[in-house]
């Protein structure tokens, strides 16, 4: 192949050559081609364009751009098939099985090189650039990549809008050409938000064609580059990447030998396939580590939602300014409200010990709230001294004493450079007073100010901390930061990421109840997502009078969500005194696994509802877990999954039939069942609503007394 | 008085008041008053006016500007008259008198106040704002601060362009309505240099009125705020602060309760007072450590001048690109010009070791000067890894057997993130290897990208790295970092700055023959500068046959820098080789002190001459210094400074009568006298030269024997 190649370019120079790549199935086709000098490629699924030709390339500073005057010089074939066990995931197994291109192209006009890998799985595509080592280019710094998709259509959208900040918006469902007319109203207010264009949306992007199928373009393996956005042409229907940019514009400083993150097209007829695609963990390179027995799945509850909603505060005082260090807090005057003290904490303890929870989380354990936020302050946090209500070593022990652990918490309020600077005294902080994990956050505009939260300064910052906390055998759950991207295969400690429109916006005001049949194809597809979900109480102004804002969910629906949004950290995120009032349905949550062995998608439409079932990590149990949006609606799904061999009890976390998520949301019914493999179910949705099922093996059969058949 | 301040106030709230502060001997007079809402100053001298009555302000952002609408609603008046020693320094104690004005303001419309300080000493006038605890001020960003000096006629001014980047200049010396003329001359490349303005120029500012008063203007205490330039407005001859902006334009991110750093205006009819002057120091806190016995002078040579020359390489290999960590130096093919081999650097040693020197500096030593400048490169350095060519351990003993240290290079590449990234560990790799001292550089464009060399984060910076390594008992010499303001006195580690036009420049082109007249009146006014002098080979040429850099002063000059630039750190910067053809004249910087009971100015007019004589600490021994400009002139002492009762043998080291920094510059004489305090000098100065004397007390009489008088 490679001799021909070389022989046509010979003769042929200027003709136009095509490199194809088939998927290990061969559904999937790759074409790839130089037109006129410009590198384009082009995606087929079973014979159907799903990206047409489209174009690839950079604007380089300062010396010429990398977008045309390319010849293929050679290309390289190869074939992979493997399978790996993570860490923690969706699945205990995982094949990674492509068919590889590369193809070695030159820009004879400066005597440069770049290389481009097609990774051709049988579920999508995965492509990078590569710089390879040369005379010619070396150190340079990117300006844009100029990386297109061109779509065949003008497909059904989900979106949020571009931003180089934040993610936490609701999503937008309308087709490609409608978003510059949606944006303003997508664009709601977030504590650190930088939009850049009305045409700019972010990924993982989920479309749907008029022909039914399923496309979500995303990235994984983001290392030391700006996380990627798209720009939309809405009359051509390409998105084009946009890179987050640095304080001077700039959007990535390179060094060859480098390659850039991949960018992953995955897509199918079917809309479970998008969700149980593994592409962007398979991009992602092995784990790093060599001892990961120290990372374990978490399930928590904490100090948090009553200051969310603010019936507490992270403060211990209302004083208007701190300086730590010299702020003698000892001296000051309580505000009555902070929640962080020893006594409060110790009841939480107590809830997690009773109940099997794993950690506790504290938010506002360490002095500096009361001036935290919006005042571009750079020595805000300490992350090492507590208020004088907390007692740091006394709660070490008494966690110790009832087999809890405490979640560490570090807000950052986006200063990066005085989170570094304290970073290893922090975690040893936290190996001293046996804490394993941490909560990190970054609210509010990045300091060094003209960075971004999502460019390659923010992005090298975010690496660091997870390697840094691997030394101290520290697991990550890291709020405000780049979404994710697989990264969790390599360091398996990035046990979470926020990045998205978490739970905390029920007490915001509010999301779209659609929201979580949409983010399970959309910011899931990179990673895991500490969604805090287990809201009891939707009205949350039963905590804070002054609070009006709404859970828009119903209380089965909140079950749904330890199975539909897959993460090996999760949280019960309601008060215990609320949890005491419904010991039934919080039985589910005490249930439910955090890692699993099989995972189901069992039926899905974004933006209408999704179905999981997943086996429970070396057990015969299953969870189910159906989200559902605002439309009332029928869920009905076998049980064909189980062991033909064996009996299993089902517990049904379901609406009533007049359970609604604004009317109604408390309306649960919970049914026991005999079930086997041939059971079946059809079970009622309310809207905002859904259901969870717990699935347990039965090996005594006295346990199936009284119990029906399904 | 307050009362009465008060009642007036009452009565006619926009009457113009005046408040009236003397200095201790009553020979400067400052004038606060409020005219019009608006805070002026005047400064007179023997009732001469040397700052005429002129505003003071903030723009803020985002709120109301603190420029006017001020009313006086309190004064505080003190003394103040103390004597304190110096960890090191030009005089072993220093007074500190001074009678200090507080005013109290508030800006009656946003219920915000403002507090002025005012201290008036006997040689000049230090102010600063403070911005006090209040309800209506709390956190807050400055855009510009609004300082005016209002001179009295278009002075003599000795000055360099401002910049935010560099202060690596050679001084212009022109009128005050001449500079915008001069500027685009006076900007000379620089590795990296921000110009704003065509009428910027950088503090310390010398001026020379029209009836021949020196006036100094600059700052105190520069800790955790932009460095302050000055605008000039030609016509009225008003200088106005200009701080270094952020990457986003903003100027400081304040939080009350703040002061500000020390505005000084330092004057005299007398040019020596000007370079006498302790207001720098004293507006500094005392010193912040308890144990400062860890901190001493240091004499030093080093591997140094042959890269600069360009004799030799900091880079091991000629490869153009480096990762560390990835790239195997062992594997790569020395380009055989690296001088931080552990042979080479065995000879420094002993040389060091033979003629008395402390330490040996080594550049070039750790992996990474291959690509290290000008790339924009993020993880440039690690402080920590050697050149396969350096062996650490094994010159660590064989300094340690030859009672020498090594002192350790942390070159940046402007980088601080990595920086602060590696400083613990580099620190305590200093620690383990026996280093004590480091010289540290920020070469290159800062990165976080858009941040300047004296802006506000890099200031935090260079404390933080001052503050770091005292914990290490580390001695800091920080090169291209802002230029001092007195912070010596607090923090003694603080040995040295580069952050001026040092010897270097002499082999990228040379300097103007006057730099070293004009400098210890400007630069030096902050504190001492590595100025590096001791250069005994002006030919560059000789080393680097590629580079025609001509030195441009006498060998005896370069003997007299070791007095004139007082620095409790000097650098025989020359060649081993090149001191062993002259090791008669190497004999004075083998002789000259580091560390003074007393200073005195014999001789000075910037830009033409200084003289300086000084006592050695703890001795009877003196040594006087001489820098002539590039005219010949006589230099006439007496050394009626010695001891009345005591004799002295005085070595003169001197240029002979032809010779000439550019034509004969190696021309000197060495000549013995016996001396006492009767004695005088009339000594020739060459162009370009100047002459450098020790006088050593007499113990043993038969010292003097053949001896002459003087």
Chains 1, 2 share one sequence.
């Not at 384009?40 to 300062?62: E, H, P």
């Not at 001036?371 to 709660?395: A, I, N, Q």
């Not at 439910?592 to 209408?608: H, K, M, Q, R, Y």
């Not at 033909?644 to 009890?649: F, R």
Request: glycine residues 6%.
């Amino acid at each position: 192949m490679r001799t021909n190649m070389l022989l046509l370019a010979c003769i042929f120079p200027f003709v136009m050559m095509a490199q194809q790549l088939k998927s290990p199935k061969g559904n999937f086709e790759l074409n790839f081609q130089i037109e006129n000098g410009v590198p384009t490629y082009q995606l087929l699924m079973n014979g159907k364009t799903i990206v047409d030709k489209s174009s690839l390339g950079f604007d380089l500073k300062d010396i010429p751009d990398f977008l045309d005057g390319f010849e293929l010089k050679d290309d390289e074939r190869t074939s992979f098939d493997e399978t790996w066990q993570p860490v923690w995931g969706e699945t205990k197994s995982i094949r990674n099985n492509y068919n590889e291109l590369i193809v070695k192209l030159e820009q004879a006009s400066t005597d440069r090189f770049l290389n481009i890998h097609f990774r051709l799985f049988d579920d999508g595509l995965g492509f990078r650039y590569e710089f390879p080592q040369q005379p010619n280019l070396n150190h340079f710094v990117i300006t844009e990549e100029k990386t297109q998709f061109k779509l065949m259509g003008d497909h059904k959208t989900f979106w949020i809008p571009g931003d180089y900040d934040t993610q936490e918006y609701d999503y937008t469902t309308s087709k490609l050409s409608e978003i510059s007319g949606l944006m303003d109203k997508a664009i709601t207010p977030n504590a650190s938000q930088t939009s850049f264009s009305k045409t700019g949306v972010q990924t993982a992007l989920l479309m749907k064609t008029a022909d039914s199928i399923y496309i979500n373009i995303h990235e994984a393996a983001l290392v030391e580059y700006a996380c990627m956005h798209l720009e939309i042409d809405e009359t051509n229907y390409i998105l084009e990447s946009h890179l987050t940019p640095d304080a001077i514009g700039n959007k990535g400083y390179m060094q060859a030998p480098r390659t850039t993150p991949w960018r992953t097209v995955i897509a199918s007829k079917n809309a479970g396939d998008i969700l149980l695609s593994n592409i962007t963990l398979n991009l992602n390179e092995p784990t790093a580590y060599e001892d990961t027995s120290w990372i374990q799945p978490v399930k928590y509850v904490g100090v948090w939602w009553e200051m969310i909603t603010g019936k507490s505060s992270w403060a211990y005082t209302d004083i208007p300014s701190v300086k730590l260090g010299e702020t003698d807090f000892s001296k000051t005057t309580p505000n009555g409200r902070h929640a962080a003290n020893t006594e409060h904490v110790k009841m939480y303890i107590d809830f997690a010990a009773e109940h099997g929870f794993d950690q506790v989380l504290v938010e506002g354990w360490n002095e500096g709230w009361e001036d935290w936020f919006g005042k571009s302050k750079d020595f805000v946090f300490d992350f090492l001294t507590p208020y004088p209500d907390f007692d740091v070593e006394g709660l070490r022990n008494y966690a110790k004493s009832k087999n809890v652990k405490l979640m560490m918490h570090h807000e950052t309020s986006g200063s990066i450079r005085n989170y570094e600077r304290f970073m290893d005294k922090a975690y040893q902080f936290m190996v001293d007073n046996n804490y394993n994990s941490v909560k990190s956050g970054y609210v509010g505009d990045i300091i060094p100010r003209g960075e971004y939260h999502y460019g390659q300064w923010a992005v090298n910052h975010y690496q660091y901390a997870i390697e840094k906390a691997a030394e101290y055998k520290v697991m990550v759950n890291a709020h405000e930061a780049v979404r994710p991207t697989g990264l969790s295969r390599t360091y398996p400690n990035l046990i979470g990421n926020e990045s998205a429109r978490g739970t905390e916006y029920e007490a915001f005001g509010g999301s779209n109840p659609d929201h979580t049949t949409i983010i399970p194809f959309t910011r899931l597809v990179g990673g895991p997502m500490d969604y805090t979900p287990g809201i009891f109480e939707p009205d949350v102004s039963k905590y804070n009078p002054n609070n009006k804002s709404w859970v828009n969910t119903t209380i089965a629906r909140q079950l749904a969500l330890y199975v539909t949004m897959y993460s090996p950290l999760q949280m019960a995120a309601d008060l215990p005194e609320t949890y005491n009032q419904h010991l039934d349905a919080f039985q589910f949550i005490k249930d439910v696994a955090l890692d699993w062995d099989t995972s189901l998608v069992l039926e899905a439409e974004p933006g209408d509802f999704i179905t999981y079932a997943r086996k429970a990590k070396g057990t015969n149990n299953w969870f189910v877990g159906r989200t559902n949006d605002e439309e009332p609606r029928n869920s009905s799904i076998s049980f064909d999954f189980l062991d033909a061999d064996k009996t299993y009890i089902a517990t049904i976390y379901g609406d009533t039939k007049d359970a609604h998520y604004k009317e109604n949301p408390k309306a649960y019914e919970i049914k026991k069942y005999r079930v086997n493999h041939k059971s079946k179910l059809s079970q009622y949705c309310a809207p905002g609503g859904g259901y969870a099922i717990s699935i347990f093996e039965v090996t005594d059969k006295s346990q199936l007394k009284g119990l029906k058949r399904l």
